[in-house]
């Protein structure tokens, strides 16, 4: 097995194009370091992840029509997974907004497109709470499907990050519990109780993309280490956060070894169903 990155935004012309005004939001609050607007040939994401060991990497879109703020279609996502079908696990992306014909267009992408999951869904650049009951038709239909969701969780630069907290998901999880739920990025700035629900909910996880890892607690990374060191997922989010930093940090947390081949390999396939 090799590794797999469970979170990743292609940064295509198409991408970029599509969700300029909130990429300009985001861009404020990011390190120059972050090539984020700078479009990308897919080729080029491919070459990253060959560089750095990466087998497989799902392709997350977003949906932000109801904001203002663009949106990738999902079309675009399918037909990248189609060009590199043995390394690239395209998701699709809804605007929670609009009911049932988000339904329609997670069943379309689905079945139709061939796309494998859910996400980013993300109460921040998305408006809107996670837990409302009105959402969970939708949530329904995903469990129904056997697909997963990824939640966007924790920082957003340019965005108030309230509705992004994990404990939303985590409302989520007890209502439906055969649904596989992703919260990205660890939940920072709230990775205790991120960590916490994916102890306590069996259909739970958490990916460490976009995050520094450096500043996770002690108590986090013991949990990583132990009572959830099967639910931690790798992530890189090439470009937000080059490649080689996100590995570098990985690589010197104090986690076993073994711990770190699970968190690699046998952890996201379990999430992704493979």
Not at 159 to 181: G, H, S, T, V
Not at 244 to 263: D, G, H, R, W
Request: contains cysteine; hydrophobic residues 40%; neutral net charge.
């Amino acid at each position: 097995m090799g590794t797999i990155s469970t979170h990743l935004h292609a940064s295509t012309k198409e991408f970029i194009e599509g969700i300029a005004k909130s990429l300009h939001k985001m861009s404020g609050g990011l390190r120059a370091e972050s090539h984020y607007l700078k479009p990308l040939q897919i080729e080029e994401v491919i070459a990253d992840m060959d560089a750095f060991g990466i087998e497989k990497s799902v392709l997350l879109p977003l949906d932000l029509r109801t904001t203002g703020d663009g949106y990738v279609p999902n079309d675009h996502i399918a037909a990248l997974a189609r060009k590199f079908p043995d390394r690239l696990i395209g998701f699709c992306c809804v605007d929670p907004h609009m009911g049932d014909e988000a339904i329609r267009e997670l069943e379309r992408s689905i079945k139709v497109l061939g796309l494998k999951g859910l996400g980013e869904m993300d109460g921040t650049k998305q408006n809107f709470i996670p837990s409302n009951a009105k959402y969970f038709p939708l949530y329904d239909r995903c469990q129904e499907l056997d697909i997963p969701i990824v939640f966007h969780t924790g920082n957003s630069p340019g965005y108030p990050i309230d509705q992004a907290n994990p404990a939303y998901i985590d409302r989520i999880a007890y209502n439906f519990p055969k649904l596989r739920l992703c919260l990205a990025h660890m939940g920072w700035p709230w990775a205790d109780v991120a960590a916490a629900i994916a102890w306590n909910k069996p259909n739970v996880y958490v990916d460490i993309n976009a995050l520094r890892l450096k500043y996770l607690s002690p108590a986090v990374v013991t949990m990583m280490n132990t009572v959830i060191q099967d639910k931690v997922l790798f992530a890189h989010d090439y470009p937000v956060f080059p490649t080689a930093k996100m590995m570098k940090e990985f690589e010197e947390l104090p986690l076993k070894p073994e711990v770190k081949k699970k968190i690699r390999e046998a952890n996201p396939r379990r999430f992704l169903g493979l």
